[in-house]
């Protein structure tokens, strides 16, 4: 994983430059978008951002109050070892009462040389104006061998 420099495009495929991009939310920028959630997280889990993936979990999600700091640790030194390569939106549709939504990602990543592409289905809460992620369930993709029909 290399560091993304300011002037690069982000890595979200937003096709803007990283600096007006999600850098802006990593240093504190209020997320006022569900679609600018799904993209800065794809960008914190490419840049090893570990420490906004977890700020930007809701405050009501279990997860975040029973992860521990020994979990942060070691996924900090498992998003060092991965490329990310490619991020999709698939879907996004709010709920009714449009302080939830739910959304559905593709993210194209290789890990020692296996393509570990997933899509994952997210739910996402607002909170005090701001969106946050609430839970998620990833499904591999696995893509067919070589030569396949």
Known sequence: M??????????????????KCCQLYFKGKNITQPEILLRSRYTALSAGEVEFLWKVYHPQSM??????????????????????QAFKILS?????????????TRITLIEN?????????????????????????????????SGAI
């Open 113 to 145: 040389q296996q393509d570990l592409s997933y899509l994952e289905e997210i739910e996402l809460r607002k909170f005090e104006n701001e969106w946050y992620y609430f839970n998620g369930k990833q499904k591999r993709e696995f893509a067919p061998p």
């Open 63 to 84: 997860r975040k109050i029973h992860d521990t700091w020994a979990k942060f640790a070691s996924e900090y030194h498992h998003l060092h070892q991965q490329d990310y």
């Open 2 to 19: 290399a560091k993304i420099k300011p002037n690069e495009d982000c890595p979200c495929e937003s096709k803007v430059k990283y600096k």
């Open 92 to 104: 996004l549709k709010f709920d009714h009462d449009e302080d939830r939504a739910l959304a559905v």
